[in-house]
T-cell receptor, first 108, second 116 residues
Framework: DAKTTQPNSMESNEEEPVHLPCNHSTISGTDYIHWYRQLPSQGPEYVIHGLTSNVNNRMASLAIAEDRKSSTLILHRATLRDAAVYYC?????????FGKGTRLHILP | GAVVSQHPSRVICKSGTSVKIECRSL??????MFWYRQFPKQSLMLMAT?????????EQGVEKDKFLINHASLTLSTLTVTSAHPEDSSFYIC????????????FGPGTRLLVL
């Protein structure tokens, strides 16, 4: 199974950029890189996904390494509402298998 | 767009009773839906894949006779926890995939089950 490695937790100050890393050294050529986040007591929320090129949307940016063995989710200006667990997931058939994710704490 | 709802949002039941949880895709059709369970301070654990018009596929270690899944239409999947016990108390979350290859899944808000 393709797997990802993320730091257990990170802290960031409010209104500053946040870079959430993810390692996926066993990624296959067809695996998409997905990011979801889960706010407390809610279901996960789609953030962004990509294959090879960097991606931007209204929520975040995804920077993918040239060898695709790592990626970084970038929140450009963190707010208190961005405090959540962020999951980096590789596309695996049609199933999403969640790892432990990174718990992001935002300091006011 | 792409909204998934769950009903009920929370339920309390007595041990030995059965509980049905509904998952609906409100603005798209979903050929595939997924059911997850999440215990406090843990990650989501995939329980089963629900395919419209066919039997669900259960993950290893998940009892299919205890967790009955029905996906009778392209917008509705149900999970029934039969003969619930306190250890079944958990946060149950469904997701729906609008595309066959599930490039993106959309998650419901979750159902918190407490079995007394």
């Amino acid at each position: 199974d393709a797997k990802t490695t993320q730091p257990n937790s990170m802290e960031s100050n409010e209104e500053e950029p946040v870079h959430l890393p993810c390692n996926h050294s066993t990624i296959s050529g067809t695996d998409y890189i997905h990011w979801y986040r889960q706010l407390p007591s809610q279901g996960p929320e789609y953030v962004i996904h990509g294959l090879t090129s960097n991606v931007n949307n209204r929520m975040a940016s995804l920077a993918i390494a040239e060898d695709r063995k790592s990626s970084t989710l970038i929140l450009h200006r963190a707010t208190l509402r961005d405090a959540a667990v962020y999951y980096c997931i590789l596309g695996e058939d049609d199933k999403i298998i969640f790892g432990k994710g990174t718990r992001l704490h935002i300091l006011p | 767009g792409a909204v998934v709802s769950q009903h009920p949002s929370r339920v309390i039941c007595k041990s030995g009773t059965s509980v049905k949880i509904e998952c609906r895709s409100l603005d798209f059709q979903a050929t595939t839906m997924f059911w997850y369970r999440q215990f406090p301070k843990q990650s989501l654990m995939l329980m089963a894949t629900s395919n419209e018009g066919s039997k669900a596929t259960y993950e290893q270690g998940v009892e299919k006779d205890k967790f009955l899944i029905n996906h009778a239409s392209l917008t509705l999947s149900t999970l029934t926890v039969t003969s619930a016990h306190p250890e079944d108390s958990s946060f149950y979350i469904c997701s729906a995939a609008p595309l066959p290859t599930a490039e993106t899944q959309y998650f419901g808000p979750g159902t918190r089950l407490l079995v007394l």
